[in-house]
């Protein structure tokens, strides 16, 4: 599974999900400064299957019906790693349960 981690998210975090996932970040893939709208356009014509991201302002920009790939909102008290790390077990159950494509919160 093609994962895109979102500028929101600490990079390190790629470290912390299994092997079986190719994940890149926004920056990586040279999309930094990219309006949401724009990125999972882009995300989905990349091959990816997920953003995951701390943003939890996209669901209120997007058209969750019409989204190209599924966005994981990873919700914690901060974003720093440490508080991320716990969520990922819960992100790597979301994207294993989810046949459809939607939007998915997963809170600390």
């Known amino acids: 599974m093609k994962l895109l981690l979102d500028e929101s998210i600490p990079r390190r975090l790629v470290d912390h999900f299994p092997d079986k996932f190719e994940i890149k970040t926004v920056p990586q893939m040279g999309w930094a400064?990219?309006?949401?709208?724009?990125?999972?356009?882009?995300?989905?014509?990349?091959?990816?299957?997920?953003?995951?991201?701390?943003?939890?302002?996209i669901e209120h920009e997007q058209n969750i019906a019409a989204l190209p790939i599924s966005v994981i909102v990873m919700v914690a008290h901060r974003t720093r790693l440490q508080d991320l790390k716990p969520l990922?077990?819960?992100?790597v159950d979301a994207l294993k349960t989810t046949a459809e494509v939607g939007l998915y919160r997963v809170v600390a």
Do not use: K, Y
């Open 33 to 57: 400064g990219t309006g949401n709208g724009e990125l999972l356009r882009l995300a989905g014509e990349h091959g990816f299957n997920a953003l995951v991201t701390a943003d939890q302002g």
């Open 88 to 91: 990922v077990p819960g992100v």
